[in-house]
């Protein structure tokens, strides 16, 4: 009878592992940037510091929310770009550099440029399938109040509609 139910055990238990959440596959700036070129999608850039404390919060719920990363995985190219990295990046025929590199708060010349010289963490840029910004969205938002962002980009209704009408007559499938 104990090897029967250890059985079940783990079975249901095996079960429950390859049922896990959906997870983003995020992506380096430079794997986006080809992946776009050989079938275009829209790329969602999440830019972030280390020491931001609602980046953190964003990675660990709304991120980790399973109809978030369905979401952004089926409409976008998920790209995870450290404001104060220090590499060098060319993009659109320009090399991007941090010039201060390893000095606190020190940004990278792409974040400057991508964040249009807004230097505030979270922040969000939604490009294009090709690689034109469309908006850039600041800010720490629960996954309820984010879905409707990913949806107004992903589905173009930024193109048709304004954010205030799009956004009243969402209706999301996030539960919290």
């Known amino acids: ?69 369905d979401y952004m995985s089926k409409n976008y190219y998920a790209v995870k770009f450290d404001a104060e990295r220090s590499d060098t990046l060319v993009f659109l025929d320009r090399t991007f550099v941090n010039k201060n590199p390893g000095k606190s708060r020190s940004s990278h010349e792409l974040a400057q440029a991508l964040l249009q010289g807004k230097m505030s963490y979270p922040s969000y840029v939604i490009m294009d399938e090709t690689m034109r910004i ?18 107004f980009f992903g589905e173009n209704a930024y193109q048709q509609t304004d954010w205030t009408t799009f956004s009243k007559g969402f209706n999301g499938t996030v539960k919290e």
């Open 1 to 69: 009878m104990k090897r029967i139910l250890l059985f079940i055990f783990l079975i249901t238990g095996f079960s429950a592992f390859s049922q896990t959440k959906s997870a983003i596959k995020w992506l380096s700036f430079q794997e986006a940037v080809e992946q776009a070129k050989k079938e275009p999608k829209k790329v969602f850039i999440d830019v972030y510091t280390d020491w931001c404390g609602w980046c953190k919060k964003m990675d660990a719920t709304t991120f980790a929310n399973p109809v978030i990363a």
């Open 134 to 151: 469309i908006s850039v969205v600041p800010g720490y938002f629960p996954a309820k109040d984010f879905e409707p962002v990913l949806h």
